[in-house]
């Protein structure tokens, strides 16, 4: 079912654009660009496997560039020894071009996380960006948004009702209110400190 009007559909639509792919796209600590599945490692084994290192290039800061082909020209001599020496020589371009990567945003390299461990956000824009359109994705945040929002105004909206019944009561309804009011306010509070209109 259908609750908002469509204006207020496409507001939210916005909202949801500007804060929760600026917050997932740009949190550098969060697992993705240091994981075994995630960008930067799986353009590393393309580029491993094709000899080319120019892919991975665009992930490190020019200052770097010759640091990182010195380090894969290396491992492109070890490779060939095949076996457990090929695979070494992986994990060492990979630990090497990661650091560079997270230095360069500011984020300190705490080694190489295991695939299967990036956020959903993260793992859902990444999608959008394969797919060529993020309209799945907003639609989903809108849902989940308009689904968490409206329960938690009718559980307090019930509870205020009650609230002059008894003390009980009346505690009930506070409760309810401080989890609404503070939900509302997180969500608020995100969206306009990312679009700059923060008060």
């Known amino acids: 079912m259908t609750y908002l009007r469509l204006p207020l559909r496409k507001t939210l639509l916005a909202l949801a654009t500007s804060s929760v792919l600026t917050l997932a796209l740009a949190a550098p600590a969060m697992a993705h660009c240091d994981a075994l599945d995630g960008p930067v490692i799986s353009e590393a084994r393309t580029a491993l496997e094709s000899g080319d290192v120019t892919p991975i290039l665009k992930w490190v800061p020019a200052e770097d560039e010759a640091q990182v082909k010195a380090i894969f020209d290396k491992v492109l001599e070890v490779r060939r020894k095949g ?117």
């Open 83 to 199: 076996g457990s020496a090929r695979e070494l020589a992986d994990r060492q371009l990979f630990s090497e071009l990661v650091e560079i990567h997270r230095a360069s945003e500011g984020a300190p390299f705490t080694g190489i996380k295991p695939a299967g461990e990036i956020d959903p956000a993260i793992q859902a824009a990444d999608s959008a960006l394969e797919e060529g359109s993020i309209d799945a994705f907003l639609a989903r945040i809108v849902e989940k948004f308009e689904h968490d929002a409206r329960s938690a105004f009718e559980a307090t909206l019930a509870a205020k009702r009650q609230a002059d019944n008894s003390t009980e009561q009346g505690r009930e309804f506070v409760k309810q209110y401080v989890q609404y009011v503070h939900y509302l306010e997180d969500v608020h509070n995100v969206i306009t400190s990312i679009n700059g209109h923060g008060h």
